[in-house]
């Protein structure tokens, strides 16, 4: 038995095997190493546990981050929380520059509710890598706090282009520099009714055709003018009171009514009957069918009658007047059915909503200057805007939801508004004076201003019923300035 002790060498070796048993040669010219079974001394076991001079390659794998797309797989790294007061931004661009511009800009499809250091919610959930240039629409990493993706965002739609020019313009002698009277109508035939002075002409838009309706003689003039709704009979409000229906086509008298006292400075046609607001501060109602001057009186008002407009189903009639009151009448009562005095001017500008029943605007002069909004079946305020100036007019798109409005004191500007937002689509500016006329054309797409500057100017507004694209420049007329007698 031998009794010189065995080294220990450290070493786990397979049964059957021993430590001379297994040698190692190394290759100078060659980093690798070769396994020789032989006999060797122990002292070449132990070169094993010494470290070796040669360049070896680890077991352990690590990625290079900036090659790697973790956003690709929504993969995100959680935040340390940011101290209040922190400075956001800079946290996000140091991201940014630490793990690449691709991973600073990555938004939460939660909608942001995670804010930018949460754990996304749609772990390992494969995403297509866009990696075509950066969309326009697509939130920078400094301005960054809607926390929608690009991918569901979309492109704000574009305003409505409004011609900021009149298309044609037309000249208007001795039209009248007067808040309370209403001078300018157009009839559902496509023919401009005007009064100039003692005359009333007629502009035939189709052909540019001016004809002479009437002169009411030295001793009288022309306060208002009114087609029905057919478009074929014309009323005539005169200074002396009077109450005139004309034949439009072939220009001859219908009817002659009186019950004024003074002048008839507006008239308002239902499908039966005909308003008449007059500075006696009454309103009449006049049926064509009855031999009588008038069948109704109303009265409510405290000064002159400057505003009358019948609601779209004929159920209620809408007056304002120089007592800055606003009154709303039915058929089936003389009193008024309402009394609205939130305006502190004169309320000339009055229009019915055709997009929805009961909504009345009105619009006051020059120390109210607001548009309200009413629902005149329970009487209350919807809405009010200032507009900066006198509130001339108002008319409301038949093919959009929106509404214009002409001005006096002190802008003399147009106003094109859409509704309920009240924000403005376009603002028109040409009239010297006051813009106290105001038309829309049957198609209602263009409407005429007149002024006191005598000048009848025609815009393009509003899109067609059918299509709602922009309108255009060239209307119906060529650009030009023409006479209208």
Not at 227 to 236: D, H, K, L, N, P
Not at 322 to 344: A, F, I, K, R, Y
């Amino acid at each position: 038995m031998d009794s010189t002790p065995r080294r220990k060498s450290g070493l786990n070796l397979p049964s059957g095997m021993n430590e001379t048993s297994l040698r190692l040669e190394t290759f100078p010219s060659s980093s690798s190493f070769k396994a020789v079974t032989c006999v060797s001394s122990p002292r070449a076991i132990s070169s094993l546990s010494s470290p070796s001079k040669t360049s070896s390659c680890s077991d352990r794998f690590i990625p290079c981050r900036s090659s790697s797309r973790l956003h690709t797989f929504g993969l995100r790294e959680k935040e340390s929380p940011v101290k209040e007061g922190g400075n956001e931004a800079y946290a996000r661009l140091l991201k940014s520059e630490l793990f690449g511009s691709d991973f600073g800009s990555f938004s939460s499809p939660a909608g942001g509710q995670g804010g930018l250091g949460s754990p996304s919610k749609n772990m390992l959930r494969f995403k297509t890598d866009h990696s075509g240039p950066n969309s326009p629409y697509s939130p920078s990493i400094f301005g960054h706090d809607s926390g929608i993706s690009s991918e569901s965002s979309t492109p704000p739609k574009p305003p409505r282009k409004v011609p900021k020019t009149p298309h044609k313009v037309l000249d208007a002698p001795s039209l009248q520099d007067d808040f309370y009277l209403n001078l300018v109508d157009w009839s559902s035939q496509n023919v401009l009714a005007v009064g100039l002075g003692t005359c009333v002409y007629l502009w035939t838009a189709s052909n540019s055709k001016v004809t002479r309706l009437c002169d009411l003689g030295p001793n009288d003039s022309v306060c208002s003018v009114q087609w029905t709704r057919e478009g074929s009979y014309i009323s005539v409000g005169t200074q002396l009171g009077q109450v005139q229906v004309w034949d439009g086509t072939q220009c001859k008298r219908v009817r002659t009514m009186g019950g004024h006292q003074t002048r008839t400075s507006v008239l308002a046609w239902n499908s039966r009957t005909l308003a008449s607001g007059s500075r006696d501060r009454n309103i009449l109602q006049h049926d064509l069918r009855v031999s009588s001057d008038y069948v109704s009186k109303l009265i409510g008002h405290k000064s002159e009658v400057c505003g009358l407009k019948w609601s779209h189903d004929d159920r209620e009639l809408a007056s304002g007047g120089n007592d800055n009151q606003l009154l709303v009448w039915n058929q089936h009562s003389q009193l008024p059915v309402l009394t609205l005095t939130e305006h502190t001017a004169a309320v000339k500008a009055i229009a019915w909503s055709p997009h929805q029943s009961g909504l009345l605007a009105s619009g006051g002069g020059t120390a109210d200057r607001c548009i309200r909004f009413w629902n005149t079946t329970n009487g209350h305020q919807l809405n009010h805007v200032d507009t900066g100036s006198q509130v001339c007019n108002l008319v409301w798109s038949k093919n959009v939801n929106e509404l214009v409005s002409t001005h006096g004191y002190s802008q003399n500007q147009i106003m094109v508004w859409k509704y309920p937002s009240l924000s403005k689509v376009a603002t028109l500016v040409g009239h010297s004076l006051r813009v106290l006329y105001l038309a829309m054309s049957p198609d209602g797409q263009t409407i005429v201003t007149g002024a006191g500057d005598e000048t009848l100017r025609f815009w393009n507004v509003f899109p067609s019923m059918k299509t709602q694209t922009p309108v255009k420049d060239t209307g119906l007329w060529s650009l030009g300035r023409t006479q209208i007698r």
